[in-house]
Structure formats: structure tokens, C-alpha cells
T-cell receptor, first 114, second 112 residues
Framework: AQSVAQPEDQVNVAEGNPLTVKCTYS??????LFWYVQYPNRGLQFLLK??????LVKGSYGFEAEFNKSQTSFHLKKPSALVSDSALYFC????????????FGTGTRLQVFP | DSGVTQTPKHLITATGQRVTLRCSPR?????VYWYQQSLDQGLQFLIH???????AKGNILERFSAQQFPDLHSELNLSSLELGDSALYFC???????????FGPGTRLTVL
């Protein structure tokens, strides 16, 4: 069965420092991976995706993610964190078992301190 | 703004009642997905419609049903509501199953 894991419930980082939010995946077949962000009382906003190609994927708001096949990871990164980046981040993988659904991780709360 | 709209934003109702949640996908998107977000279950897939036809079901209770209409908007019907049905219900749309899904703002359902 396909799955993603986000090992950290919360990540704390100071403004201006680089941030990393971790995600590992388990899929049969080629992974289609996604990152979403959820602000309080808002829907999920798409940040970026990996389908194929370059292992470094650039997305919205200065975020990027690195796909690592050998480590089955897809970590979200940003060179310089902003207080406004504080939110809940979800990693997801497309289901290959005929549903096209997204299978989400449990989410990581990012807190950026001034 | 994702382009996906959901109504109502909030819904408060009593146990045993029935409610309808509505979703309008982004212009041109044929696929509509429904997800439930709760504290204990996280984000769970409920059902997927493509161009009016049901494509897949997930962890959707028999008390729940959905449909997608010819104009591509979708409705999620929840009946015989229980306290445990209180959650955020999201609708998402996409062009194909290979593309990202765009989420609406959600409907927060509170069952008292």
C-alpha cells in the first residue's frame, strides 16, 4: 500500500534560517509526490509536485523539494524562513491503485520565530 | 484563491439530521474529490467523481453519498449525522489524475 510519513509533528526555526520539513514515501511504481500547506481556517494550497525529471523541484513562495529515490524521501526546503511561513504542511502521494486519490501524511506544523 | 468554491463555510446541526455540502470545481476540471479532515483521522479520501461518474470510493460511510451534476458541480450528502461526523470537509478538483488537486476552502461541520 502506498503511504507517506512525516516524522516530525512540529518544526521550529528562526526567521531567516533555512528550513526543512521531512517526508518519506512508500509506493509501488513511480511516485507522484506533492506538498501542500494549510493556513488556519483555510483550505490546502498546492506548493509543488514531483512527477519525473529533476530531483530538485521548485514551487510557490520560494519553497523547493528534493526527491531522493535511494532514501525514498521528498523533503520540503526553503533557504530563508519567514514568520508568514508558519502553517501546517502536508506531504502527499498519488494513489496508483485506481483511485487517483491523494494519500496524505499526518502533517508537520512549522513555527517560524521572529 | 484556488478557484474551487464550497458552500456553506460553516454548518452546525444536530445528531440524526441530514446536510448537503456543495462544491464547484475550477473551470475546466472534470475531476472532483471529497476529503474529510478530522483531528483523529487526519485527511481521508471519501470519493472521486469524473465528468459525472463515480470513479472511486474511499473511507466513505454508507450514510454518506455524493453526486456530480452535468455542470460538474458536486454535492456531498451526509445523513443520520453523528457527533463523530464533525470535521472539515474539503472538495478538490483537477484536470486529470496525474495533476495536482486544487482544494476549496472547506466546510466545517459541527454536529451537536
Amino acid at each position: 500500500a502506498q503511504s507517506v510519513a512525516q516524522p516530525e509533528d512540529q518544526v521550529n526555526v528562526a526567521e531567516g534560517n533555512p528550513l526543512t520539513v521531512k517526508c518519506t514515501y512508500s509506493v509501488s511504481g513511480n511516485p507522484y509526490l506533492f506538498w501542500y500547506v494549510q493556513y488556519p481556517n483555510r483550505g490546502l494550497q498546492f506548493l509543488l509536485k514531483y512527477i519525473t525529471g529533476d530531483n530538485l523541484v521548485k514551487g510557490s513562495y520560494g519553497f523547493e523539494a528534493e526527491f531522493n529515490k535511494s532514501q525514498t524521501s521528498f523533503h520540503l526546503k526553503k533557504p530563508s524562513a519567514l514568520v508568514s511561513d508558519s502553517a501546517l504542511y502536508f506531504c502527499a502521494v498519488r494513489d496508483w491503485m485506481g483511485t487517483d486519490k491523494l494519500i496524505f501524511g499526518t502533517g508537520t506544523r512549522l513555527q517560524v520565530f521572529p | 484563491d484556488s478557484g474551487v468554491t464550497q458552500t456553506p463555510k460553516h454548518l452546525i446541526t444536530a445528531t440524526g439530521q441530514r446536510v448537503t455540502l456543495r462544491c464547484s470545481p475550477r473551470s475546466g476540471d472534470l475531476s472532483v474529490y471529497w476529503y474529510q479532515q478530522s483531528l483523529d483521522q487526519g485527511l481521508q479520501f471519501l470519493i472521486h467523481y469524473y465528468n459525472g461518474e463515480e470513479r472511486a470510493k474511499g473511507n466513505i460511510l454508507e450514510r454518506f453519498s455524493a453526486q456530480q451534476f452535468p455542470d460538474l458541480h458536486s454535492e456531498l450528502n451526509l445523513s443520520s449525522l453523528e457527533l463523530g461526523d464533525s470535521a472539515l470537509y474539503f472538495c478538490a478538483s483537477s484536470t486529470t489524475g496525474y495533476n495536482e488537486q486544487f482544494f476549496g476552502p472547506g466546510t466545517r461541520l459541527t454536529v451537536l
